[in-house]
């Protein structure tokens, strides 16, 4: 490799900027430009909608790097509103357009990295070309909805779509005193979740105030004096002063199409693990790019911030012959939604049952740190992993606190290809105000490793439904006060500490589905009674995992 | 196996109580008895200094389990205030007296679990025998202080030893408005830390009013009116109402030697990986135990409520035939210290040192999520690795915020054998309130693998006293703001922004020794400057780690 070479960078965010200083950092003398189509780089778009709600108060602490910072500490070029329009590959140059003047310019390169990022998906309803639709993606996007909010008394805002930034834009506006409706066509929100995971944010989002409308696709948004109205499919009509949308993002491909780079079957693209595309001298990284799920073994398209950053450094390394690897997305994520987060890793169940894969799955609901210190808060916590080997396919977390932590956690185990039995044997830092001596995530690797040995013998909270009186007796073990406090149908109630003296009570001739609050006290129940002889399971999660089921249906 | 076996467990805290309940859900039809010297099962000791500081309002909380909860829900026999007088190895019997009524009972066992426990060290002091000298190990001990505290007006305490319980009991105590001195004979507190690590903990402690006398080695206790005095190694008193002698435990063995058990070199109770001690039908489990670390391969004693925890099950699954197998004790652990948190997981410095085995090391103060987002505090990380492998060997972490997590994602990596390469790679949750796009674990797999590639040259904070102006430059490429408020000595500055331009100024015959203020502006120049020609070196963690290093001198 040259110590000269010429690179040249598409898109100045996230992988853009990481790949430009780390290509920096490996070679002082190469010519490291950016061709950015916005006016800023290396914004936190991620913060913009903490901007929007004044919880970021300062709008320039979103600006990560200028075009001044990059050229005075890295000796990086940066063209701002700047545009690419076409690569001539056999040539290796790139016809850029200055989107102020018109003027075009040719740029060539040795290697060229392509980090457009993606686009807020705008589907063809009639009205979205209103001047009080905005998508939320930019600085732009931000101070526009910004500067109509401070101009028009914006009282009452529609957000559509339920995503990561349709959440965080619904409870910004709201945090500024606005009246949000949150429009979702699907029956939840934050599609990395489950269903049943997502329904405790559904309540949450609804006590902070958020009018949310899930199952409720738009199908036009007309003017309605100064403000909008959206009208759903089925009927009925939201009013807004201002509407979001925020219904997903797509790949920008257009440059890498019009180049003949090879597209992958998710419509990003195509990269090998260097994050070369097609091209060897064309490099892709970030929100444009397809991934490998090492999960599901799957490409993937999975838009986020850490990745991104990441297979911009790896681009980096590779122009300057290190040979480092990227070893795929397993969508790490996690959302702040009022007072709870929500955070998920690996492969979800929806997913995993869309592509067939086998697995068990089990639900818990422990303190995010020892019940006896002040202010624990419950999580609740769903991991699935594979019937065979135990190995982890994924996690959903939702609570108040302690969320992040437990997911990371797993995250890490996934990556090492751990087992839900490695789980049990994690060593995690403990003191009162901060775990347990058996915590959330050793709890996970007891429960799912005594499933997986056969003591465990559990049932779901979908099942219950189809449960037949004539085979089946649902037997909560909880106390008598927490019974007359809410139970399922058709339950009778032998509290735990009783079970041995009443066993009398329990017919041998049905199957016995135990269930308590969250599960632990009906595992010790189900032990009782195998071991007594009879057929037993205990609801995974309990009656607290119930409640959410039946809130997802 | 006979499903009618007896299994007996000697003490019925964490360790035993674990193994008792395990017993049960393994066996309906086992007898279980749990043999306890204490008037209490089960208690939260980790809970104590809490309820004494009134953190923790309930005393009962502490309570998790009492020997009719045992009794009601898992059928498990408690004899407390009985204590295990001696073992009858060809007779498998117990022979355990009632430390009220003096009778003495004989109880048959098929397998025996020891889990007495540790004991608080009492050195040969004079004065400790006075009825205001305490430990903290019992919920006896706890209601003793607070019984003390509230007959007689207790202005003054002293706790003598810093390690986990004596800062968890200072601050505590300090939080009823009694000043403490803390009284710690080493030159920092919490053992597991290096000393510069702790460093910024004694600052803490002595901003929250603790009067922290370390290198202060207690020599003797005397009554003093209804005080105590407590006189100090080379001179000085300390004045107190109260003392709590927090110097360490050591692990109760005196049951097990009598026995003929095999004790280990660190003089605790030598088990197998099973938990099996030199007689296959003893168990031992919890803080009388010797683990092995598998970080250094080597024995030690580590008492922790977590492994004790999950000792208590493999002993129980071994009983019951199922192979469960221990994985040893790496020492991960936290403690809160006022407003902040202080985590360690794995092998400290000063052991590596101890024990000849080479390392390298990284220092890093990231924020603890995104430093756009409100209230970003700085976590002082430090990670020790292996110098051929990358295997990561420990880390320590010091902040306000987030320490917790990043410990636990680091212990979770060195249990699957990780390396500081893999560490880059890991993809967390990141939203602006929980971390960044590149956590701060990320960032130390990329500064590690940087340095271990031969990237990142690097200079650690002890070796720069020895540097040699003749040879050595030491440059500040902070701003000229950072550097007009603290520099080390016989440093230049030139701020990395003109260090291009100003490359003139830095001499060809010497090493540039280049620092700001965390390290990582220090790392672009050193890059810059390497790839210039320049024998170039950055201290790694800047002059935050210089610091932390000079105040722990």
Known sequence: MSEKRKIVIIGGVAGGASAATRARRLSETASIVIVEKGPYVSFANCGLPYHLGGVIQERDALLVQTPQSLKERFNIDVLVNAEAIAIDRNARTVLVRNLITGADDTLTYDALILAPGAEAVRPPLPGLDLPNVFTLQTMSDMDGIIAHVRGTRVKRAAVIGGGFIGVEAAENLAGRGIAVSLIEADRQVLPPLDPEMASPLHAHLRENGIDLRLGAKASACAADGDGIAITLDGGGIVSADLVILAIGVRPRTDLAKRAGLEIGETGAIKVDDAMRTSDSAIYAVGDAVEVTNPVTGLPAFIPLAGPANRQGRIAADQIFGRDSRYRGTIGTSICKVFSLAAGATGASEKLLRRIGRPYQKTYLHPGH?????????????????????????????????GVDKRID????????????????????????????????????????????????????????????????????????????????????????????GRIGELPRDRRIVVYCAVGQRGYVAQRMLTQMGFDAVNLSGGYATWIM???AR
Request: hydrophobic letters at 45%.
């Open 369 to 401: 740190h020892a019940g006896y210190y002040p202010d624990a808060e419950s999580i609740s916590l769903k991991v699935i992993f594979d019937t065979a080997s135990g190995a982890i396919l994924g996690a959903q977390a939702v609570g108040a606190k």
């Open 549 to 551: 089921a039946q809130a």
């Open 409 to 500: 956690v797993i995250a890490a185990s996934i990556a090492a290809g751990r087992t839900v039995f490695d789980l049990e044997h994690l060593e995690l830092a403990y003191a009162p105000p901060y775990g347990s001596a058996k915590d959330p995530v050793n709890m996970v690797g007891f429960i799912a490793g005594n499933i997986l040995r056969g003591e465990h013998r559990i049932i779901h909270a979908e099942e219950i439904g189809a449960l037949d009186p004539a085979r089946d007796m649902l037997l909560d073990v909880r106390t008598v006060e927490e019974n007359a406090e809410g139970r399922m149908p058709n339950s009778i109630n032998i509290p735990i500490n009783e079970l041995r």
